[in-house]
Nanobody
Framework: HVQLVESGGGSVQAGGSLRLSCAAS????????MSWFRQAPGKEREGVAH?????STSYADPVKGRFTISKDKNTLYLQMNSLKPEDTAMYYC????????????????WGQGTQVTVS
């Protein structure tokens, strides 16, 4: 079965950096998208960055130029630089077959989340 396990969250001061990791296993899709979403308290879950199996990536406007998504074999990364207090949220790794989507309901599999707190 598919498993997604995130790590790397923590607390950091504004302007700092963190790198999140998502170890994926058990999937057999040849065409797929792996993404990072986040959810802050009282807000809806939002897409942050997406990595398609064709090598393309995309980012939400609030993180462009600060976050970088990458993938190495079965691990997805999110390098987060110049962090801001508004980046504080639970960050989730997600996987779906087919193309990338900004709508979380289109994703088949989710990790448990990792907390990022920026003060």
């Amino acid at each position: 079965h598919v498993q997604l396990v995130e790590s790397g969250g923590g607390s950091v001061q504004a302007g700092g950096s963190l790198r999140l990791s998502c170890a994926a296993s058990g999937y057999t899709y040849s065409i797929y998208c792996m993404s990072w979403f986040r959810q802050a308290p009282g807000k809806e879950r939002e897409g942050v960055a997406h990595s398609h199996s064709d090598g393309s990536t995309s980012y939400a406007d609030p993180v462009k130029g600060r976050f970088t998504i990458s993938k190495d074999k079965n691990t997805l990364y999110l390098q987060m630089n110049s962090l801001k207090p508004e980046d504080t949220a639970m960050y989730y790794c997600a996987l779906r077959d087919g193309g990338c989507s900004t709508w979380d309901r289109n994703y088949n599999y989710w990790g448990q989340g990792t907390q990022v707190t920026v003060s």
